[in-house]
């Protein structure tokens, strides 16, 4: 076995060569292999070379906080196309990301589809496959009858098609064959394994090294250290050294975001739970506790980013830090998502899975429940949570959007009813409105579909909305409201601040009062059906009745 080449992040980028397809593992901060990133860009200022790149990122390779991942690309004339899951995002007071401007200005083509099908994309890549057909897309933004996951004009609709297979019609995704993939890990040995002890994910290093290396191509791997030859743990390489060709050394990358190192993220420690600040009493965790409220014992949930991330720390202050194991998409399962920053990440994870992996469970519906943030919400129940005119760099893309509600047998979207400046009391009593904002979230037509509400009602899954105000649930005839808060006046507050009409459930009832107070609440959560099979079982295997 030869040993593998060392060489610094400028030298790796001469490895590149004009009109290189990349890959790129990554998830915003976290396992973003910055530095190479920084090496190809440092190269292009000085030589102008390598030109007319391609880039594919399955999700969002750095952010707007000290990680510039894909902006070390974005430049006129060294990226040509990119394929994304999601995008650097950030504040709208911010300076948006270069390569948000580029796509603004017709500068590069670029295209937004689901993560877990760029994923699957790899996988049908390293095997020659033509491409992978989903349902997942159906019906959105990613749909070729629709913008194809197009960004702006100057991108050509020439990947996502339209195929018929028996009597159904299935999204097929042209695969994309990489030339290079760069990935990270925290040790490489001589010979190029790697292991990722001190990684929040593995995320979908070995899968992007298998599509490039089958095909012909290179793999850079950054790593935080090197070990002497065949002193690694078979067990703990995640990716062995016959697919790697050369590493570049980085003793200062970070973590993810923020952080250069926890080991409860990367599963080395287990840290009490009890150390997990509490979430501060806001209008937030009011809709969290709701949103927690449809949970049960012995659950497995998948979780977004937003409000919602909330949720599990909800559940760790009420004595249920374990009761639900999360799925994340990024890999980790069980222990308690964290956020900000670090979401993506759990403390005292259970597993940490491949991305890919992961997302096997979530499209094919191995789980509970999916609790989601939303941006916009229409009439026939469509969701929007990817795009915003004139401030699109606010928000990420569809990332596993789509991938997850695409199947999900539940799904809760959970943000405020209103956007823009506001004042809203919320206490003992529920809520006082104020002054409310200026701009409803219920519109006639979303901007942009990412969660079909129409499909998913032929799919049969059952969808809520729960904000601060109010709890809604789509149904056949209509977007209806079921639960009002305390507080609230139906009229003013919630049928007259949506821009379509809403319908009224004939039970509706206030929102639990408990919600809405300081300290805890006192969550009961039922356990969920497949558990209480289990009891049964048991109970008859000892003879007891069931």
Not at 312 to 327: C, D, F, I, K
């Amino acid at each position: 076995m030869k040993k593998v080449e060392i060489l610094t992040a400028r030298a790796a980028a001469d490895l590149i060569e004009d009109g290189d397809v990349l890959t790129v593992s990554s998830s915003s901060g976290l396992g973003c292999p910055d530095s190479v990133l920084q090496g190809i860009g440092e190269r292009f200022r000085q030589t102008q070379s390598p030109r007319g790149l391609t880039s594919v990122h399955p999700i969002a390779a750095g952010d707007m906080y000290g990680i510039k991942g894909i902006d070390h690309l974005a430049q006129p004339g060294l990226l040509t196309r990119v394929v994304a899951g999601s995008y650097p995002s950030g504040p709208s007071s911010a300076e948006p990301p270069a390569i948000w401007s580029m796509i603004e200005n017709e500068q590069v083509e670029a295209y937004n589809f689901p993560s877990g099908t760029l994923f699957q994309m790899h996988r049908a890549v390293a095997a020659h496959q033509p491409g992978v057909l989903t349902k997942v897309g159906e019906g959105t933004f990613i749909d070729p009858r629709d913008r194809g996951g197009r960004m702006n004009e100057t991108t050509p609709a020439d990947i996502v098609e339209l195929h018929t297979v028996g009597s159904e019609e299935w999204l097929f995704f042209r695969s994309i064959v990489p030339d290079v993939a760069i990935i990270r890990a925290t040790t490489a040995d001589e010979y190029g394994n790697l292991t990722f002890e001190d990684e929040g994910s593995p995320l979908g290093a070995l899968d992007l090294a298998y599509a490039a290396h089958n095909n012909g191509g290179l793999v850079i791997a950054q790593v935080k250290r090197v070990a002497s030859g065949r002193s690694l743990d078979p067990q703990k390489v995640r990716v062995p050294g016959i697919l790697v060709d050369a590493v570049v050394l980085d003793p200062d990358q970070m973590q993810t975001t923020g952080t250069r190192y926890d080991p409860a993220i990367s599963g080395q420690l287990r840290r009490p739970l009890a150390d997990l600040p509490p979430v501060a009493y806001s209008l937030e965790k009011v809709m969290a506790r709701r949103a927690a409220q449809e949970l049960a014992e012995g659950e497995t949930v998948n979780l977004g980013f937003g409000v919602s991330a909330l949720v599990p720390h909800v559940l760790n202050e009420e004595g249920h830090g374990t009761a639900v194991s999360w799925v994340l998409e990024q890999g980790a399962v069980g222990g308690v998502p964290l956020l900000d920053f670090a979401f993506g990440c759990s403390q005292n994870p259970d597993a940490i899975m491949q991305s890919a992996d992961q997302f096997t469970l979530l499209q094919g519906a191995g789980f509970s429940h999916t609790l989601l943030s939303f941006l916009e919400i229409d009439a026939r129940g469509n969701v929007n949570v990817h795009h915003l005119p004139r401030r699109r760099h606010v928000t990420a893309g569809v990332g596993g959007f789509a991938d997850i509600t695409a199947a999900a047998p539940e799904i809760v979207f959970v943000g405020s009813f209103t956007a823009g400046r506001r004042q809203i009391e919320v206490g003992a009593d529920g809520l006082g409105i104020v002054e409310d904002g200026p701009h409803t979230k219920l519109v006639p037509e979303v901007a942009a579909v990412t969660f079909n509400g129409q499909l998913a009602l032929r799919r049969g899954q059952r969808v809520i909305y729960v904000t601060e105000r109010c709890v809604m649930e789509l149904r056949p005839e209509g977007i209806t409201v079921t639960e009002i808060a305390p507080g609230v006046d139906l009229d003013r507050d919630v049928l007259a601040r949506s821009a379509f009409p809403l319908l009224v459930s004939d039970d509706l009832r206030l929102m639990d009062t408990v919600l809405f107070r300081d300290g805890a609440m006192g969550l009961t959560l039922p356990r969920h059906p497949a558990h209480e099979r289990l009891v049964r079982r048991a109970g008859a295997a000892d003879g007891s009745p069931r």
